[in-house]
């Protein structure tokens, strides 16, 4: 493995990190702010000016950064799969801010998502491939997802409770797989100067994207329990973003049957993983917010991804 590589890694940790705690932040901000107090709008507007909420903010917008600068570094399997330890993160900084409670079901769970991530890594051997991917391609993969995200929105909203949760979160899983690729795509043409970057389309799909990166998933933890939306959201976005990666860049993962077998176990592990988390109550009080002492009841997420 390739020193920029070894960075890459270690800085998608830090980032994986950085969100974790921004979440956590801006779910005890949020919680915060008493809702009984005048419309819901006027609490956001509250809860907006608590210094407590800009920190989560910021915190957000320092993490994203880092996870672009280990995009431009790493191999976009690799990458995506270790952002997904953010909700190993979760556990201890839900402890030390807002003193949730951590089970020994919740360190279990922890743990076998990061022997999958482990295990993923290990057995991951992604040869680079191209830097740019032509606009044909682009179109193919945008079309694609924006269709099966239409797709899975227009079954979702047919639905109720914890199916439509689930549905809304395969959309949310989808859009923030294509949200990496074309980080990747615009950090190349960045490279190419700050005219081609503004002056071209890529960057403003990516922005567009992680504007719904972030929608779809509060639609989908709003809509029902995070019990029912909250894996397809983490598992669908290494997924979708591994092979886009393969199909926009041509990279390729090496290392012969064996190795392919244990990256699909450790995906497999991994999915079980965020399963086993998403039952459990730190995760739960620093992705949604129960309403009327009821969690699961209404959910409103704090900040995503």
């Given at each position: 493995?390739?020193s920029?590589a070894?960075?890459g ?19 005890k ?27 989560g ?21 690799v ?9 190993v993160?979760?556990?201890?900084f839900?402890?030390m ?9 919740d360190?279990?769970?922890a743990i076998i998502v ?17 830097d740019?991917a032509?606009?044909a391609?682009?179109a ?8 099966l995200?239409a797709l899975a929105?227009?079954?979702g909203y047919?639905?109720?409770?914890g199916p ?8 949310g ?12 795509g ?7 100067g ?5 002056g ?7 922005l567009?994207?992680?504007l719904?990166?972030v929608?779809?998933?509060l639609l ?10 909250f894996?397809?959201?983490?598992s ?7 092979i ?7 990279q390729?993962?090496q ?6 077998v ?6 497999v592990?991994?999915?079980?993983g ?16 129960a309403?009327?002492?009821?969690p699961?009841?209404g959910a409103?997420?704090?900040?995503l991804?």
């Open positions: 493995m390739s920029a070894i960075l890694i270690v800085l998608v940790l830090i980032a994986a990190a950085i969100e974790a705690l921004s979440n956590v932040i801006q779910h901000a949020t919680n915060s702010v008493d809702k009984a107090e005048g419309s819901e709008a006027s609490a956001v507007m509250r809860t907006l000016r608590k210094p407590l909420f800009l920190l903010f910021g915190l957000m917008v320092l993490g994203y950064a880092f996870h672009v600068a280990s995009l431009g570094l790493g191999e976009l399997a990458i995506q799969v270790i952002f997904v330890t953010q909700l993160f979760v556990l201890p839900a402890r801010v807002s003193k949730t409670p951590i089970s020994r079901r360190w279990l769970g990061t022997v999958g991530i482990a295990a993923f890594v290990t057995a991951a051997r992604p040869e680079e491939g191209v740019v032509p606009n391609k682009w193919i993969a945008i079309g694609a997802v924006a269709l995200c929105i227009f079954i047919r639905l109720i409770g439509r949760a689930a549905m809304l979160g395969v959309s899983g989808l859009i923030n797989g294509l949200v990496a690729p074309l980080t990747a615009t950090i190349t043409v960045a490279g190419t700050m005219g081609a970057l503004f071209g389309w890529l960057l403003w799909v990516t567009l994207a992680a719904l990166g929608l779809f998933p989908a933890f709003r809509a029902g329990p995070i019990t029912a939306s894996p397809a959201v983490m669908l976005n290494p997924i979708v973003a591994t886009l990666g393969v199909y926009l860049f041509g390729s993962l290392g012969g049957v064996v190795n392919i244990v990256m699909v176990a450790s995906s592990v991994i999915f079980i965020i399963v086993w988390l998403s039952r459990s109550k730190a995760i739960a009080e620093a992705f949604e917010e309403t009327e002492g009821k699961g009841g409103e997420a704090a900040s991804l």
